[in-house]
């Protein structure tokens, strides 16, 4: 099932976002540049990370994530699912928590807002302006 594929394998839509975003001028890293940077992981791993600015952003599969426009988890997913994107959410909500004390602006994106050019450029618009904020 595509939705299955491996949490954090990229997809093309999204490369397409990341590379929207580094066109307009934009400079990020992925977790695994930060890695070879800085030497240890970035915590929860984040798509993009604007170190500078200290933004992260993270493109959240809809069904890993539990997206409540594309899933209806309950009815959807047996158990074992439903327990496991249970564990994604909490983990997701404690990973922002963390960072934003630590001072970084966390944005949050769902896979399915990156389908189609609209989405994306709409994404972009909003996350350049917090971007261009900082
Ligand atoms: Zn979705």
């Known amino acids: 099932m595509k939705a299955m594929r491996s949490n954090r394998g990229r997809t093309r839509p999204e490369r397409m976002f990341a590379s929207l975003l580094w066109r307009l001028g934009f400079r990020y890293v992925t977790p695994d540049g930060y890695r070879s940077v800085h030497g240890e992981r970035f915590l929860g791993q984040p798509d ?3 170190t500078r600015k200290r933004v992260v952003i993270f493109v959240d599969g809809c069904f890993w994530h539990g997206c409540p426009r594309c899933h209806n988890v309950e009815a959807d997913c047996n158990e ?55």
């Open 48 to 50: 993009l990370i604007f």
């Open 80 to 134: 074992f699912w439903q327990h496991k994107i249970e564990g994604n959410r909490i983990r997701d909500r404690r990973v922002t928590k963390q960072l934003e004390r630590e001072d970084w602006t966390v944005i949050r994106v769902w896979e399915h807002d990156l389908r189609s050019s609209r989405g994306r450029e709409r994404v972009v618009r909003r996350v350049g302006k917090r971007l261009s904020k900082k």
